[in-house]
């Protein structure tokens, strides 16, 4: 397939929703929280955008900034990106449930039950 996996995610949360409808005669919306780090969010987001947010609502699709850390080398030595600055890295999935409170996306989940 040539297919993102964005396409792929965005097109079983529809038939899912769809099954939903068929055997509960119940309309039933499936968030998609997709973690991004602040260089790719906005390609992320434009992305899902120029592609109709792959049939998913609007409001179902949310996107949300992973924090950094600072890197370090073998030795255990913080490397910098310039004079004065250490370098640092998106936190990557662990870092996913700070990330979550921290951009309010625990509270989107309670809002919606």
Same mark, same amino acid.
């Given at each position: ?17 769809? =099954? ?11 968030? =998609? ?45 913080? =490397? ?34």
């Amino acid at each position: 397939s040539h297919k993102s996996i964005f396409q792929l995610l965005c097109e079983r949360i529809r038939r899912l929703q769809h =099954l939903v409808q068929r055997k509960f005669k119940r309309t039933v919306s499936i968030p =998609l929280y997709i973690m991004c780090n602040s260089e790719n969010r906005h390609i992320i987001e434009d992305f899902f955008h120029e592609n109709g947010h792959f049939g998913i609502k609007e409001q179902d699709l949310l996107f949300f900034t992973q924090g950094s850390i600072p890197i370090m080398n073998k030795q255990g030595k913080f =490397l910098l990106r310039e004079k004065h600055r250490i370098a640092q890295e998106p936190h990557g999935n662990g870092g996913v449930f700070r990330a979550l409170v921290e951009e309010g996306m625990i509270s989107d989940m309670k809002s919606r039950g």
